[in-house]
């Protein structure tokens, strides 16, 4: 997979599950999920789930942090990474 | 740059600020706002922060030159500020040993060593720790500073723990440093939770001034929410005891539910010091009195504790279990909550020294967790209908979710402050003796549904406005000139006004008096007795009193043991083989001897002084060295009453062939003899007598009732049994030809009105006794000279000598002088 579509994919995923497929207008792929509290344990759980499903790869509980998921863009780059790139 | 101080101050990457005209003129206002923040929480005591205000001199000028120096120093200034904070707090010996306490765990944590070498040493570490707190050894220099060391510590480093496992902790050195320096922190005992990475990740992550500006607000939301609680607990808290309908019963447990204003005040207005030096911390606590779900509650009520307890204990239980079993969320909730019974127990041991875990906080935890598990299943099921409620159904909803878990969270907390659930049960009972109850019941929920639905269109219609935040700083300001304003008043008028009175002291109830045990938060804010000091528990007299005594089967309960000897808490407390805290008398006395016998309370005992201090054998030495030829002789015992003294009279007295016996009444004897009779009840103790017997039988009191019920249905029988132990008394002397003989004894901080004091002289002279009075034994002193110490209301060594003076001269003067005509005329 690319990067720009694992990108859309995550923000596809964020614009369905957080936002009920209706994305505010100010938000952006650097808009803060964790911290702001947009995305609470449940929803992130749920997300780390899907992503580890669709892309077959396996996150570990230290990693569950605003440093990995705190936006569209750091999520991507931290899926990125577990993609072994 | 000198590349010695380049190695030593290394680079922090982020945007040094630009110093121009606005910055200095922002450093200005938000030092002023600091100094205001200071003011007005010393004029107005808001106790929490006592100390931070105390220490505002060093924050503010640490805070100046802070904004002056270069990003790359400021980690480094903020833990010498630290530094300095400590030495002026402890002064040298007691600051050093905290900074090696706090130093030393650090040193372990960034040790290059393997990960369960490193847990073993700091478990090694906190265990020897807690072995001083816990008070195997009396050393009261380094349990002094225990609770501030752990106060820094306990969670700190638990996170550091989990972090060195996981991630390389190789930041900046001074960052890493001032994690566990951190100055704020050393100014409540109670802290929230900060998060290693938030800490570091949050150090400028954003503009200065929106920094500023966030501390700014934290601080000064923290200071109106508790000056909210205060208004509301001085203005509208009632007793235990008024309660008897369904307002009352409401009223009692709301205004209990928003002493949680004290504690988010609290945590909020210490994350606000914190981020004056460049961390920008989020907000500690939501909105949570308007949560409309129990999952919801959760998120906004201490965040900092949800997000540790979420990162050390639901995610790795989630992660560990999650492919084992289809309920892994709800058991991973269940060992969160598990885990929060013991981190209560931890945090309070860690700043109290008090090891006990009630039942109470256990069913609080697990109803808690309980709840969240089954909002979260009915979540689950109510979002798989995906129809969208309209404008006005929506805000019912929320009015009647917010509703339900506003009602259900404040009969949690209430249960949680109780004393015990048959308390709460009795109070229940009570209020629903009202014929009135259901409509009552009906109207207070009525009300909350509207005030929560006004409530939601009020929030709805704040959101539509763009700069939202901007309009509630604003409105801050606003209130918080208020304040100032207030505060200024207060400061010149005095403490004398009806401002003051709201806002500036915290009065208590006749229940919050009485009750015997604080409850969890008040424990944790009462455990700093005042300033920079600890209630040390191994130095508590209670525990040196404890040593010294044995548990009877009988009404008396516990004696002191004969011939025991303890130095334990610095001062000498032994006894006679009699088990009398006096020396060695022999059973046989001479005729030319006068002898006393005094049956007496903790006051009489000398709780808190040496054996030497004791007013009695002050007095005793006294005479004797005067050419009088006495013996006093000491029965006298803590957590006596006037009961216990009628045993005693009846089965220890008479061996001994005293002259007299003196018994000792106190100040607001009758109102606590309900007290006394209720743990006689509670421990099923014989009564002995018949006429015990009978008023446990009419007053109805039994053994399963609470406390507060035990001691409500005894009030109407206080004056016939204090009177009926006094005629008792007085009649088992007559019978024994020893005359009896009351003093009145006052407390070192207790005032006794003329009614109250003639009202107990009466009862005593209307039994027989020959009555005296030390009343004004310690005119003229301040309490806190003559106490033991501010948390030990007993006479110190120049209380006893003071009570001794007034005791030696009417016992020379009056009884001696007619036992030696009575006894010449015998002769």
Redesign the interface.
Known sequence: MEREALKDSVRNYVSENIFGNELPKDFNDDTPLVSSRLLDSIMTLKMISHFEDELNVECKAHEVTADNLDSVNIFTAFLWKKLGN | MNPFFQKIFPEIKTEEPPHNKWYFLNLLFYSLVLASAGFITHVLHVDSLERITELLPIIITSFVLHAIVRIRFRPALFVLTFVIAVYYAFGFFSGFILLGLILLPFLLLNLKISGSFRLLLIVAFLVTLGCFSFGFSYMPRLQLVIPYAAALLMFRSVICL?EA???PMNENFWLRLSYFFCVPNLAFLFFPIVDY?THI?SYYNTSVNLIWKRGSIYILFGIAQFLLYRIIHNKFSISTNAVHDAFTLSQLIVVNYFSLLKISGTLTAGAGFVCFFGYNL?APFGNYFFSDSF?DYW?KVNIYWREFM??LV???V???IRKKTKWS?ELSIIVVFICSIFFHWYQKFWITGLHTLSIIDIIFWCSLGALIILN?QFDLLFTKQKTSPGFFKTHLSKAAKTSLVFLVMSILIWLWESNSWSEMRFIISKSLSSEKFIYQLALVISTLFVANLLFSFLNDFANSFTNRANTQFKLLVAGFLLLLFTSSIVFLKGEENSVYKLLGAETKTSSETEKDEADYYETIFQASTSKWQTKIVRNNPERAFRSVTSKTGDLLMRVLRPSAVTHEDGYLLSTNSYGMRDKEYSLNKSDSVFRGMLLGTSYEMGSGVEDSCVFENITERALNNSGENIELLNYSMGLYSSAQHVYLMDKKVSPFHPDVVFIFSHTGELERFPNFFTRYIRSGVDLCYAYLNQVKERSGVNQTQSELEIKERLRPYTTEMVQWCYDTIAKMCKEQNIEPIWFFVPTTNGKITEEAFNRQLSMAQQAGFICYSLADAFKGYNPNDIQVSETDSHPNCLGHHLLSEKFSDILQHKILKQWKEKHSKIQ
């Open positions: 989990y496992k996981h991630h990475r990740n989020p999952g998120r979420m990162k639901y995610y790795p989630y992660f560990a969320t979260q």
